[in-house]
């Protein structure tokens, strides 16, 4: 069944079509779920809320493509992901002074590191420097977009990420020691 | 964005191991029951507000409609000035009470003719209270009449009831004779007080509403036609 059709059946509520829409899009909600919160269960409770809201807001929701539709539920999941993260844990962002050197930073990653041992390393990571390394290098978030969304400011997202590929470059170097 | 932020983007969107670890049928089960209670709190909702709707219709309904008729009093100063005005003149009005006449075929009725009266005693207040109502203790078939249609139906009159009370004045207790004179009318209304004048002999007693019954009888009766079988 294609997506906007699975779509339109969502639409008045068909169970069977949203059982689809769940199967066709849970693994990688929880995946994305999990890379925020570096939890289980948070991963399945985000989730869980970003359906319910899926599936009340594909009432209105004006299908354009699928592309299109699979970034809106994305982005509810982040949504939940993120206030699940900001109602148990606490941010803690600290603004550089130098903002200019911050993009240029390469962390070192070798092209035959696998997905899972990136995944391993970024939920190392501290919280506010995961939130931001994953808006930005991985949804593809922009700074002001990241800034909006985290209610912080431009170059404190610009900052966070540094820190995140500064750290992550750091642990890269102490495993290939070790 | 550099193009090894590409690779890690690409890397992690393909990611699929880590699926195993997550249980999607258990969750698809939380999502479905958290779907289904909402549906069903919205049918509560759903119910709540037609009840709560039902209910304010009804109260409006019983709340608008009359039981007893109002009773409108106003009260005027006299204009003598050669004696102290000792009683207020009080007028009271009785709401038009029309009784159900069913369609009537072949025939005008003229409307019911109400009398509002306004009566003054020196020391004491006159009620005066009109009603209608249909006799049909009284009502006769119609026995000579040409037309067909009137023929099928009974005669029966509608007459006016006329009810005096007179009160002593008891001053700063305007409430409690307002009340009283309520009571009284709808006592008198209801035990058909037709040939009961004498009654006020009988009992002079305080609060007892006959004490101040004055007159009381039927007036005015008018011919109608109502569309009810005579029973044989």
């Known amino acids: 069944m294609h997506l906007n059709v699975t779509i339109q059946h969502c639409k008045v509520g068909d169970r069977k079509a949203q059982k689809a829409l769940f199967d066709l899009f849970s693994k990688s909600f929880l995946r994305l779920g999990f890379r925020y919160l570096n939890d289980r269960q948070y991963a399945e409770d985000a989730c869980l809320e970003a359906f319910t809201l899926i599936f009340e807001g594909l009432k209105t929701f004006d299908y354009q493509s699928d592309a299109q539709t699979e970034a809106w539920m ?3 999941v982040v949504n939940q992901s993120l206030k699940i993260l900001r109602r148990n844990r606490s941010f803690l962002f600290q603004a550089l002074e130098a903002d200019n050197e911050v993009e240029a930073t390469d962390i070192g990653i070798e092209d035959d590191m696998s997905g899972r041992e990136i995944l391993d390393l970024i939920i190392s990571l501290p919280d506010g420097y995961r939130t931001v390394f994953n808006m930005y ?3 593809g978030y ?5 800034a909006d969304i985290l209610n912080i400011t431009e170059s404190t997202s610009r900052s966070q990420l540094f820190k995140a590929k500064m750290l992550l470059k750091k642990t890269l170097i102490t495993k290939k020691v070790v | 964005m550099t193009p090894e932020e590409k690779d890690i983007k690409s890397k992690i969107d393909n990611l699929s191991d880590l699926d195993l670890f997550f249980n999607d049928s258990d969750l698809w089960k939380r999502v479905e029951g958290k779907l289904d209670k909402k549906k069903s709190r919205k ?3 759903a119910l709540y507000w037609a009840a709560a709707s039902i209910a304010i219709g009804l109260s409006f309904y ?3 409609s009359p039981t007893i008729p109002p009773v409108d009093i106003a009260t005027t100063k006299s204009t003598a000035t050669s004696t102290p ?3 207020p003149e009080i007028v009271i009005r009785t709401k038009t009470l029309i009784p159900k006449v069913l369609p009537v075929k072949n025939s005008t009725i003229p409307p019911a003719v109400m009398k509002d009266s306004v009566e003054s005693y020196e020391l004491n207040e006159r009620l005066l209270s009109t009603d209608v109502e249909t006799l049909s203790a009284i009502a006769k078939p119609i026995e000579s009449t040409n037309f067909k249609d009137i023929l099928q139906y009974p005669v029966v009159f509608k007459a006016q009831r006329v009810t005096s009370l007179n009160f002593p004045v008891i001053p700063d207790q305007m409430m ?11 006592q008198i209304k209801h035990f058909n007080t037709e040939g009961k004048i004498d009654l006020r002999e009988l009992n002079i007693e305080p609060r007892n509403v006959w004490a101040y019954l004055e007159r009381s009888f039927f007036h005015d009766t008018t011919k109608i036609i ?3 079988p005579l029973k044989p």
């Open chain 2, 226 to 228: 109502s569309s009810k």
């Open chain 2, 176 to 186: 409690e004779r307002e009340s009283f004179a309520k009571r009284a009318l709808r």
């Open chain 1, 74 to 76: 994305k982005r509810i």
């Open chain 2, 43 to 45: 049918n509560i909702l």
């Open chain 2, 62 to 64: 019983f709340f608008l």
């Open chain 1, 137 to 139: 290098v991985v949804e």
């Open chain 1, 142 to 146: 922009s700074h002001t977009e990241i």
């Open chain 2, 85 to 87: 005005q000792l009683t």
